[in-house]
Protein backbone atom coordinates (compact mmCIF):
# COMPACT_ATOMS: atom_id res chain seq x y z
CA UNK A 1 0.00 0.00 0.00
CA UNK A 2 1.15 3.13 -0.60
CA UNK A 3 2.04 5.90 1.94
CA UNK A 4 2.56 9.58 1.71
CA UNK A 5 1.72 12.69 3.58
CA UNK A 6 -1.48 13.63 4.07
CA UNK A 7 -2.25 17.03 3.26
CA UNK A 8 -5.48 18.00 4.97
CA UNK A 9 -8.72 19.35 3.17
CA UNK A 10 -10.28 22.90 3.80
CA UNK A 11 -13.86 20.93 2.09
CA UNK A 12 -16.17 19.87 4.70
CA UNK A 13 -16.48 15.97 4.20
CA UNK A 14 -19.57 14.23 2.96
CA UNK A 15 -22.45 13.83 5.15
CA UNK A 16 -21.64 10.89 7.80
CA UNK A 17 -18.42 10.20 6.27
CA UNK A 18 -14.63 10.00 7.94
CA UNK A 19 -12.84 9.56 4.90
CA UNK A 20 -11.25 6.26 5.62
CA UNK A 21 -14.07 3.97 7.12
CA UNK A 22 -17.39 3.28 4.82
CA UNK A 23 -20.62 3.14 6.78
CA UNK A 24 -24.11 2.45 5.36
CA UNK A 25 -25.37 6.17 6.69
CA UNK A 26 -23.09 8.18 4.58
CA UNK A 27 -23.60 5.32 1.44
CA UNK A 28 -27.47 5.90 1.87
CA UNK A 29 -26.99 9.77 0.96
CA UNK A 30 -27.09 8.68 -2.50
CA UNK A 31 -30.39 6.96 -2.49
CA UNK A 32 -32.10 10.18 -2.96
CA UNK A 33 -29.15 11.78 -5.35
CA UNK A 34 -30.10 9.42 -7.49
CA UNK A 35 -33.21 11.26 -8.66
CA UNK A 36 -31.31 13.72 -10.16
CA UNK A 37 -30.42 12.02 -13.32
CA UNK A 38 -33.89 9.94 -13.56
CA UNK A 39 -35.57 11.16 -16.73
CA UNK A 40 -36.27 13.79 -17.88
CA UNK A 41 -33.01 14.92 -16.25
CA UNK A 42 -29.21 14.55 -17.75
CA UNK A 43 -28.18 11.29 -17.99
CA UNK A 44 -25.78 10.31 -15.26
CA UNK A 45 -22.94 9.64 -17.60
CA UNK A 46 -23.49 12.55 -19.71
CA UNK A 47 -22.63 14.31 -16.84
CA UNK A 48 -19.61 12.17 -15.68
CA UNK A 49 -18.30 12.38 -19.44
CA UNK A 50 -18.83 16.02 -19.95
CA UNK A 51 -20.96 15.45 -22.94
CA UNK A 52 -24.54 16.79 -22.98
CA UNK A 53 -26.42 14.39 -24.14
CA UNK A 54 -26.19 10.73 -23.16
CA UNK A 55 -28.47 7.75 -22.92
CA UNK A 56 -29.57 7.02 -19.46
CA UNK A 57 -27.71 4.58 -17.45
CA UNK A 58 -29.15 0.76 -18.11
CA UNK A 59 -31.73 2.47 -20.99
CA UNK A 60 -31.26 1.77 -24.46
CA UNK A 61 -33.61 0.83 -27.15
CA UNK A 62 -34.23 -2.63 -28.92
CA UNK A 63 -35.54 -3.13 -32.41
CA UNK A 64 -39.40 -4.28 -32.60
CA UNK A 65 -39.85 -4.43 -36.30
CA UNK A 66 -40.24 -2.63 -39.74
CA UNK A 67 -43.69 -1.17 -40.98
CA UNK A 68 -44.68 1.18 -43.77
CA UNK A 69 -43.97 4.80 -42.58
CA UNK A 70 -46.56 6.35 -41.73
CA UNK A 71 -47.08 10.63 -41.33
CA UNK A 72 -45.51 11.85 -38.29
CA UNK A 73 -42.31 9.05 -37.95
CA UNK A 74 -38.89 10.19 -37.14
CA UNK A 75 -37.03 10.29 -40.64
CA UNK A 76 -34.22 9.17 -38.68
CA UNK A 77 -36.03 5.94 -38.15
CA UNK A 78 -36.43 5.07 -41.83
CA UNK A 79 -34.93 1.85 -42.70
CA UNK A 80 -33.26 2.48 -46.03
CA UNK A 81 -32.62 -0.87 -47.17
CA UNK A 82 -36.58 -2.45 -47.13
CA UNK A 83 -37.07 1.31 -48.82
CA UNK A 84 -35.37 0.58 -51.19
CA UNK A 85 -35.64 -3.28 -51.86
CA UNK A 86 -40.07 -2.74 -52.04
CA UNK A 87 -40.25 1.48 -53.41
CA UNK A 88 -42.04 2.14 -50.59
CA UNK A 89 -40.79 4.01 -47.46
CA UNK A 90 -40.19 1.42 -44.30
CA UNK A 91 -39.02 3.11 -40.66
CA UNK A 92 -38.21 0.58 -38.01
CA UNK A 93 -39.85 0.95 -34.60
CA UNK A 94 -38.33 0.71 -31.21
CA UNK A 95 -39.26 -0.76 -28.12
CA UNK A 96 -37.48 0.35 -24.90
CA UNK A 97 -35.24 -2.15 -22.78
CA UNK A 98 -36.44 -3.31 -19.85
CA UNK A 99 -35.06 -4.73 -16.57
CA UNK A 100 -31.53 -4.51 -18.15
CA UNK A 101 -28.55 -6.27 -15.97
CA UNK A 102 -26.30 -4.03 -14.52
CA UNK A 103 -22.87 -5.01 -13.00
CA UNK A 104 -20.26 -3.46 -11.24
CA UNK A 105 -16.66 -4.29 -11.17
CA UNK A 106 -15.61 -2.79 -7.62
CA UNK A 107 -12.27 -2.50 -7.16
CA UNK A 108 -10.81 -3.44 -3.30
CA UNK A 109 -7.46 -3.99 -4.23
CA UNK A 110 -4.54 -2.82 -2.19
CA UNK A 111 -3.60 0.55 -4.45
CA UNK A 112 -7.04 2.01 -3.58
CA UNK A 113 -6.31 2.34 -0.05
CA UNK A 114 -5.02 5.54 -0.39
CA UNK A 115 -5.46 9.45 -0.46
CA UNK A 116 -3.09 12.16 -0.02
CA UNK A 117 -6.19 14.68 0.94
CA UNK A 118 -10.14 15.05 2.09
CA UNK A 119 -11.38 10.78 1.06
CA UNK A 120 -9.48 7.44 0.63
CA UNK A 121 -9.64 6.45 -3.43
CA UNK A 122 -11.63 3.15 -2.18
CA UNK A 123 -14.27 5.74 -0.34
CA UNK A 124 -14.90 8.14 -3.46
CA UNK A 125 -15.15 4.42 -5.12
CA UNK A 126 -17.66 3.13 -2.31
CA UNK A 127 -19.59 6.83 -2.93
CA UNK A 128 -19.96 6.16 -6.75
CA UNK A 129 -20.94 2.58 -6.42
CA UNK A 130 -23.82 3.58 -3.87
CA UNK A 131 -25.11 6.26 -6.68
CA UNK A 132 -25.39 3.82 -9.48
CA UNK A 133 -26.72 1.23 -7.02
CA UNK A 134 -29.70 3.63 -6.54
CA UNK A 135 -30.16 4.69 -9.44
CA UNK A 136 -30.65 1.36 -11.17
CA UNK A 137 -32.87 0.10 -8.91
CA UNK A 138 -34.64 3.62 -9.29
CA UNK A 139 -34.71 2.58 -12.80
CA UNK A 140 -36.08 -0.69 -12.32
CA UNK A 141 -32.91 -2.57 -13.69
CA UNK A 142 -31.76 -5.51 -11.97
CA UNK A 143 -27.93 -4.70 -10.31
CA UNK A 144 -25.32 -6.97 -9.66
CA UNK A 145 -21.66 -6.34 -8.95
CA UNK A 146 -17.73 -8.18 -8.51
CA UNK A 147 -15.92 -7.30 -5.57
CA UNK A 148 -12.44 -7.52 -6.04
CA UNK A 149 -10.80 -7.64 -2.59
CA UNK A 150 -7.32 -8.44 -4.32
CA UNK A 151 -7.43 -11.70 -2.39
CA UNK A 152 -10.56 -12.99 -3.40
CA UNK A 153 -13.56 -11.79 -6.24
CA UNK A 154 -17.30 -11.63 -4.24
CA UNK A 155 -19.86 -12.38 -6.61
CA UNK A 156 -23.46 -10.67 -6.40
CA UNK A 157 -25.82 -11.99 -9.28
CA UNK A 158 -28.09 -9.19 -10.36
CA UNK A 159 -31.14 -8.39 -8.72
CA UNK A 160 -34.39 -5.87 -9.13
CA UNK A 161 -35.10 -5.51 -5.66
CA UNK A 162 -34.24 -3.62 -2.75
CA UNK A 163 -31.89 -6.21 -1.24
CA UNK A 164 -29.97 -5.78 -4.39
CA UNK A 165 -28.36 -2.47 -3.50
CA UNK A 166 -28.11 -3.03 0.01
CA UNK A 167 -26.56 -6.29 -0.42
CA UNK A 168 -23.76 -4.61 -2.52
CA UNK A 169 -23.71 -2.12 0.02
CA UNK A 170 -23.65 -3.89 2.78
CA UNK A 171 -20.75 -6.39 1.67
CA UNK A 172 -18.74 -3.32 0.29
CA UNK A 173 -18.34 -1.89 3.55
CA UNK A 174 -17.72 -5.17 5.29
CA UNK A 175 -14.75 -5.94 3.07
CA UNK A 176 -13.45 -2.39 2.51
CA UNK A 177 -13.13 -1.78 6.52
CA UNK A 178 -11.61 -5.39 6.91
CA UNK A 179 -8.98 -4.29 4.39
CA UNK A 180 -7.97 -1.14 6.33
CA UNK A 181 -6.04 -3.45 8.80
CA UNK A 182 -5.15 -6.58 5.93
CA UNK A 183 -1.65 -7.04 6.06
CA UNK A 184 -0.20 -5.55 2.98
CA UNK A 185 1.58 -8.59 1.50
CA UNK A 186 -1.62 -10.45 1.09
CA UNK A 187 -1.57 -12.12 -2.32
CA UNK A 188 -3.25 -10.48 -5.35
CA UNK A 189 -5.83 -12.20 -8.02
CA UNK A 190 -4.95 -11.25 -11.13
CA UNK A 191 -6.70 -8.31 -12.88
CA UNK A 192 -6.95 -10.94 -15.94
CA UNK A 193 -9.58 -13.07 -13.43
CA UNK A 194 -11.65 -10.36 -12.24
CA UNK A 195 -12.53 -9.67 -16.39
CA UNK A 196 -12.55 -13.23 -17.06
CA UNK A 197 -15.34 -13.61 -14.14
CA UNK A 198 -17.13 -10.55 -15.45
CA UNK A 199 -17.25 -12.20 -18.68
CA UNK A 200 -18.53 -15.72 -17.45
CA UNK A 201 -21.15 -13.81 -14.79
CA UNK A 202 -22.56 -10.72 -17.31
CA UNK A 203 -25.31 -12.27 -19.56
CA UNK A 204 -25.50 -10.75 -22.84
CA UNK A 205 -27.08 -7.50 -22.83
CA UNK A 206 -25.26 -5.98 -19.93
CA UNK A 207 -24.21 -2.77 -18.41
CA UNK A 208 -20.67 -3.30 -17.19
CA UNK A 209 -19.51 -0.27 -15.27
CA UNK A 210 -15.84 -0.76 -13.54
CA UNK A 211 -14.80 1.12 -10.94
CA UNK A 212 -11.06 1.11 -10.78
CA UNK A 213 -7.59 2.99 -10.36
CA UNK A 214 -6.68 0.73 -13.20
CA UNK A 215 -3.09 0.08 -11.44
CA UNK A 216 -3.04 -3.46 -12.67
CA UNK A 217 -4.50 -2.73 -15.80
CA UNK A 218 -1.73 -3.70 -18.40
CA UNK A 219 -1.74 -4.17 -22.34
CA UNK A 220 -2.58 -7.88 -22.88
CA UNK A 221 -6.07 -7.20 -20.81
CA UNK A 222 -7.05 -4.91 -23.89
CA UNK A 223 -8.22 -7.90 -25.56
CA UNK A 224 -9.84 -8.94 -22.66
CA UNK A 225 -12.23 -5.01 -22.41
CA UNK A 226 -12.54 -6.04 -26.34
CA UNK A 227 -14.24 -9.45 -25.52
CA UNK A 228 -16.58 -8.17 -22.93
CA UNK A 229 -17.31 -5.13 -25.11
CA UNK A 230 -18.97 -7.77 -28.15
CA UNK A 231 -22.01 -8.08 -26.49
CA UNK A 232 -22.90 -5.53 -23.22
CA UNK A 233 -22.41 -1.84 -22.58
CA UNK A 234 -19.05 -1.56 -21.00
CA UNK A 235 -17.82 2.00 -18.94
CA UNK A 236 -14.95 2.48 -17.05
CA UNK A 237 -14.56 4.87 -14.33
CA UNK A 238 -10.97 5.65 -12.89
CA UNK A 239 -9.87 6.71 -9.44
CA UNK A 240 -7.04 8.73 -8.91
CA UNK A 241 -5.44 11.01 -6.24
CA UNK A 242 -3.51 14.78 -6.56
CA UNK A 243 -0.60 12.85 -5.50
CA UNK A 244 -0.55 10.30 -8.22
CA UNK A 245 0.06 13.39 -10.49
CA UNK A 246 2.86 15.03 -8.38
CA UNK A 247 0.07 17.64 -6.95
CA UNK A 248 1.04 18.27 -3.75
CA UNK A 249 2.09 21.17 -1.11
CA UNK A 250 3.96 18.72 0.76
CA UNK A 251 7.72 19.56 0.03
CA UNK A 252 9.45 16.52 2.14
CA UNK A 253 11.04 13.56 1.46
CA UNK A 254 8.51 10.17 2.11
CA UNK A 255 8.67 6.62 1.59
CA UNK A 256 6.32 5.43 -1.45
CA UNK A 257 5.58 1.58 -2.46
CA UNK A 258 3.58 -0.22 -4.94
CA UNK A 259 3.88 -3.75 -3.05
CA UNK A 260 7.02 -4.93 -6.05
CA UNK A 261 9.49 -1.92 -4.63
CA UNK A 262 10.08 0.37 -2.21
CA UNK A 263 11.75 3.97 -2.48
CA UNK A 264 12.16 7.17 -0.98
CA UNK A 265 10.54 9.99 -3.09
CA UNK A 266 11.53 13.73 -2.96
CA UNK A 267 8.52 16.02 -3.45
CA UNK A 268 10.58 19.20 -2.69
CA UNK A 269 12.42 18.43 -6.18
CA UNK A 270 10.57 19.80 -9.86
CA UNK A 271 11.98 17.06 -11.37
CA UNK A 272 9.81 14.23 -8.87
CA UNK A 273 7.05 16.05 -8.85
CA UNK A 274 7.32 16.07 -12.89
CA UNK A 275 8.30 12.73 -13.24
CA UNK A 276 5.13 11.26 -11.48
CA UNK A 277 2.79 13.56 -13.54
CA UNK A 278 4.56 12.12 -17.10
CA UNK A 279 3.89 8.58 -15.56
CA UNK A 280 0.40 9.26 -14.30
CA UNK A 281 -0.77 11.04 -17.85
CA UNK A 282 0.94 8.15 -19.92
CA UNK A 283 -1.19 5.55 -18.21
CA UNK A 284 -4.40 7.95 -18.65
CA UNK A 285 -3.43 8.36 -22.39
CA UNK A 286 -3.46 4.39 -22.37
CA UNK A 287 -6.21 3.82 -20.70
CA UNK A 288 -8.14 6.07 -23.02
CA UNK A 289 -6.97 4.50 -26.23
CA UNK A 290 -8.26 1.49 -24.94
CA UNK A 291 -11.20 2.49 -24.47
CA UNK A 292 -11.28 4.41 -27.47
CA UNK A 293 -10.81 1.28 -29.47
CA UNK A 294 -13.50 -0.64 -28.03
CA UNK A 295 -16.22 2.23 -28.03
CA UNK A 296 -16.05 2.44 -24.06
CA UNK A 297 -17.09 5.31 -22.29
CA UNK A 298 -13.82 6.71 -20.08
CA UNK A 299 -14.37 8.97 -17.36
CA UNK A 300 -12.19 9.80 -14.03
CA UNK A 301 -13.06 10.92 -10.69
CA UNK A 302 -10.35 12.36 -8.41
CA UNK A 303 -10.72 11.40 -4.44
CA UNK A 304 -10.02 15.09 -3.77
CA UNK A 305 -13.21 16.67 -3.50
CA UNK A 306 -16.84 15.53 -3.05
CA UNK A 307 -18.27 13.61 -5.61
CA UNK A 308 -21.69 14.85 -6.17
CA UNK A 309 -19.42 18.70 -6.46
CA UNK A 310 -17.75 16.78 -9.46
CA UNK A 311 -20.59 15.49 -11.10
CA UNK A 312 -22.54 18.78 -10.39
CA UNK A 313 -19.61 20.89 -11.46
Not at 183 to 198: G, K, Y
Not at 200 to 229: A, N, P, W, Y
Not at 243 to 264: A, H, K, M
Request: net charge positive; aromatic share 8%.
Amino acid sequence: MKTAYNQTSSQPLPDYANGVTLGLQELMVYKQQAVRWLPPAKSLWATALGQHQSRQLGRGMDFAEVRQYQPGDDIRTIDWRVTARTGKPHTKLFTEEREKPVVLYIDLSRSLFFGSTYLLKSVQLGHMVSLIAWLSLAQKDRIGAVIDTGAALIELRPSNRMQGPLGILQQLIDHHNQLLTAPVDSPTVSFTRALETLRRLCSKGSEIVMLSDFTRFESQHDTLIGQLRQHNRVRMVQFWDPLEQGNTEFRGIEQVSDRSTTQWLDFASKQTRTVLANSFQARQDALKSTALSHGVSFSSISSAKPLLQQLFG
